[in-house]
């Protein structure tokens, strides 16, 4: 059985960073594309950024030079460092993945998906 755990939320001040991380279990990690989505309240979930099996990356415009994806396939973990934290970083960020290393950030991309872990920014 497949697994993604999300850890690392939480509340933090503008300006400040969290770094998020997502477990992996249940299937070989390597061979697999993984990505962060987000969803803020009455908005749809979108993709922030994705790294392949050898660390191709790609990010959404708005997190470029603030987000850093990366993965550890020796602990079957995914992370999101994310820095310079603003009001508009509120959501309940997901990880996810899927097979291949073609680099996506559409939702149909993937088919494995954590419970999500909530990451507040306040003024």
């Known amino acids: 059985q497949v697994q993604l755990v999300e850890s690392g939320g939480g509340s933090v001040q503008a300006g400040g960073s969290l770094r998020l991380s997502c477990t992996v279990s249940?299937?070989?990690?390597?061979?697999?594309?993984l990505a962060w989505f987000r969803q803020a309240p009455g908005k749809e979930r979108e993709g922030v950024a994705t790294?392949?099996?050898?660390?191709?990356?790609m990010y959404t415009d708005s997190v470029k030079g603030r987000f850093t994806i990366s993965r550890d396939n020796g602990k079957n973990t995914l992370y999101l460092q994310m820095n310079y934290l603003g009001l508009e970083d509120t959501a309940v960020y997901y990880c996810?993945?899927?097979?291949?290393?073609?680099?996506?950030?559409?939702?149909?991309?993937?088919?494995?998906w954590g419970q999500g872990t909530q990451v507040t920014v306040s003024s």
């Open positions: 996810a993945a899927a097979y291949g290393w073609d680099l996506s950030l559409r939702i149909g991309s993937y088919n494995y």
């Open positions: 249940g299937l070989t990690f390597t061979p697999y594309r």
């Open positions: 790294i392949t099996g050898p660390s191709s990356t």
